[in-house]
């Protein structure tokens, strides 16, 4: 792959830094600048193009090429004006298609939650199986970064890599489909359409499907000749599988749903039953998903990453009688919380507290639906701390699950969780 044009990277984060060192690698002497929305442009040997000043560098064809960062919508008007222009738009991962795809077996994982999970606990089945795979994506590696590592590569993807995904996988794998991201695609339609796209798609590929992903009438035609899935696991192999969660640091239904779906994509690639079960055992939860801490006798659990109603609702189901404080609310993504709100009491759900700006919803169907739960509604997570310890008695078990992004309130869920911790252990710890 050569390129004869100068390249524009939109967008500076972890998948534009391997860009540009792919770049560099190819052709050290490459032109390559960069621009993004928000925040700092800090990629090494490129030059800055202010988003203002695309429109008048597209005229000017200061560049031949964009390689858009996943974060950055792919339905912003100026990609329009790029291709109107004949300048293409296209991403790290489909670089990595172009560039490494043959004689490699790809399993791309996708789905709007439990994928991370999934991909994660695949990759330890199959490297537990003595098969040579390399995690990328989301997790693990940038698509650049594993390059031509493994002969196995498994992507867990967002739905911001699938909907201009141009190479087909060998393994496409749904966990579920529930509303999100609607600000970057800019309607649920068009959100399940681009995550659909991983398998809605010509092509003799295999498709492994999650338990909530089975019985949605969007997935089975998504799916189009249903002789295109993965055998189903035989009842042996399934409650060998649930005896090894039982043990392991799975936590929830939802998790067992997701080492079922790893083991089927498993077996389907040459993995081996063994290396199924090793694979359980080695798991180790993901960071700020149902991360526990202890501090005294409460039980903190960190669910920072859950970013919709359907992730809370697992987050809860995980800790049967408990009697639990939530921590819920954040960006707005004109999600529907009035099921959450019905489902709090049954959880054990003893006291709520809400954060701007989808807590306020929460809050006030809550207080319809489940009047018997206390409802503190908070400005900021250090407002909802202190709430919480003022009702100490209330709960053993205290869970950040907001149900939403991070973005009104902090950079991304990982600044969220990371403050959530340090919280708890000034607030809740020894001699507090």
Same mark, same amino acid.
């Given at each position: 792959?050569?390129?004869?044009?100068?390249?524009?990277?939109?967008?500076?984060?972890?998948?534009?830094?391997?860009?540009?060192?792919?770049?560099?690698?190819? %052709?050290?002497?490459?032109?390559?600048?960069?621009?993004?929305?928000?925040?700092?442009?800090?990629?090494?040997?490129?030059?800055?193009?202010?988003?203002?000043?695309?429109?008048?560098?597209?005229?000017?064809?200061?560049?031949?090429?964009?390689?858009?960062?996943?974060?950055?919508?792919?339905?912003?008007?100026?990609?329009?004006? /790029?291709?109107?222009?004949?300048?293409?738009?296209?991403?790290?991962?489909?670089?990595?298609?172009?560039?490494?795809?043959?004689?490699?077996?790809?399993?791309?994982? *996708?789905?709007?939650?439990?994928?991370?999970?999934?991909?994660?606990?695949?990759?330890?089945?199959?490297?537990?199986?003595?098969?040579?795979?390399?995690?990328?994506?989301?997790?693990?590696?940038?698509?650049?970064?594993?390059? !031509?590592?493994?002969?196995?590569?498994?992507?867990?993807?967002?739905?911001?890599?699938?909907?201009?995904?141009?190479?087909?996988?060998?393994? /496409?794998?749904? *966990?579920?489909?529930?509303?999100?991201?609607?600000?970057?695609?800019?309607?649920?339609?068009?959100?399940?359409?681009?995550?659909?796209?991983?398998?809605?798609?010509?092509?003799?590929?295999?498709?492994?499907?999650?338990?909530?992903?089975?019985?949605? /009438?969007?997935?089975?035609?998504?799916?189009?000749?249903?002789?295109?899935?993965?055998?189903?696991?035989?009842?042996?192999?399934?409650? /060998?599988?649930?005896?090894?969660?039982?043990?392991?640091?799975?936590?929830?239904?939802?998790?067992?749903?997701?080492?079922?779906?790893?083991? %089927?994509?498993?077996?389907?690639?040459?993995?081996?039953?063994?290396?199924?079960? %090793?694979?359980?055992?080695?798991?180790?939860?993901?960071?700020?998903?149902?991360?526990?801490?202890?501090?005294?006798?409460?039980?903190?659990?960190?669910?920072?990453?859950?970013?919709?109603?359907?992730?809370?609702?697992?987050?809860?189901?995980?800790?049967?009688?408990?009697?639990?404080?939530?921590?819920?609310?954040?960006?707005?993504?004109?999600?529907?919380?009035?099921?959450?709100?019905?489902?709090?009491?049954?959880?054990?759900?003893?006291?709520?507290?809400?954060?701007?700006?989808?807590?306020?919803?929460?809050?006030?169907?809550?207080?319809?639906?489940?009047?018997?739960?206390?409802?503190?509604?908070?400005?900021?997570?250090?407002?909802?701390?202190?709430?919480?310890?003022?009702?100490?008695?209330?709960?053993?078990?205290?869970?950040?699950?907001?149900?939403?992004?991070?973005?009104?309130?902090?950079?991304?869920?990982?600044?969220?969780?990371?403050?959530?911790? !340090?919280?708890?252990?000034?607030?809740?710890? %020894?001699?507090?």
């Amino acid at each position: 792959m050569r390129f004869d044009e100068p390249v524009l990277l939109y967008g500076a984060g972890r998948e534009a830094l391997s860009s540009r060192a792919f770049l560099k690698a190819r %052709q050290p002497d490459l032109k390559v600048y960069v621009t993004v929305d928000s925040g700092t442009a800090d990629i090494p040997e490129t030059e800055l193009i202010a988003a203002t000043d695309l429109p008048a560098a597209i005229a000017a064809r200061r560049f031949g090429l964009i390689i858009k960062s996943p974060g950055v919508s792919r339905y912003k008007p100026i990609f329009e004006t /790029a291709r109107n222009a004949t300048i293409p738009v296209t991403s790290n991962l489909n670089l990595w298609g172009a560039s490494f795809r043959q004689d490699r077996t790809v399993i791309a994982i *996708t789905g709007t939650k439990g994928k991370s999970t999934t991909a994660t606990l695949t990759h330890l089945m199959l490297t537990r199986s003595g098969i040579d795979a390399g995690l990328a994506g989301n997790v693990g590696l940038a698509p650049l970064e594993i390059a !031509d590592k493994h002969a196995v590569v498994i992507f867990e993807l967002s739905s911001y890599q699938t909907a201009d995904m141009n190479f087909l996988p060998d393994v /496409a794998a749904l *966990t579920n489909l529930y509303p999100e991201h609607v600000d970057w695609h800019g309607s649920v339609e068009r959100y399940y359409a681009d995550k659909l796209h991983l398998i809605d798609r010509d092509g003799g590929f295999a498709v492994a499907l999650g338990a909530a992903a089975k019985g949605n /009438a969007l997935v089975a035609r998504a799916v189009r000749d249903h002789r295109r899935l993965l055998p189903e696991l035989d009842a042996a192999t399934n409650l /060998a599988i649930e005896n090894a969660v039982a043990r392991s640091r799975l936590r929830g239904a939802h998790n067992l749903d997701n080492a079922l779906l790893a083991a %089927q994509i498993t077996l389907g690639v040459g993995g081996t039953i063994d290396g199924i079960m %090793q694979g359980i055992a080695a798991f180790r939860p993901l960071p700020h998903r149902l991360e526990e801490h202890r501090i005294g006798d409460l039980t903190i659990v960190n669910d920072s990453i859950s970013t919709t109603p359907e992730a809370t609702k697992a987050a809860l189901a995980a800790y049967p009688g408990r009697r639990i404080a939530l921590i819920a609310g954040g960006h707005e993504r004109e999600q529907d919380y009035a099921e959450l709100a019905g489902l709090l009491a049954r959880r054990g759900v003893h006291v709520l507290a809400t954060l701007p700006v989808t807590g306020f919803r929460l809050a006030q169907a809550t207080q319809s639906r489940a009047p018997e739960i206390a409802v503190l509604q908070c400005a900021d997570l250090e407002q909802a701390i202190t709430a919480l310890a003022g009702r100490r008695e209330l709960f053993d078990t205290l869970i950040l699950s907001p149900g939403a992004p991070s973005y009104n309130q902090f950079k991304n869920f990982e600044e969220r969780g990371h403050r959530f911790v !340090d919280l708890c252990k000034s607030r809740f710890g %020894q001699g507090a």
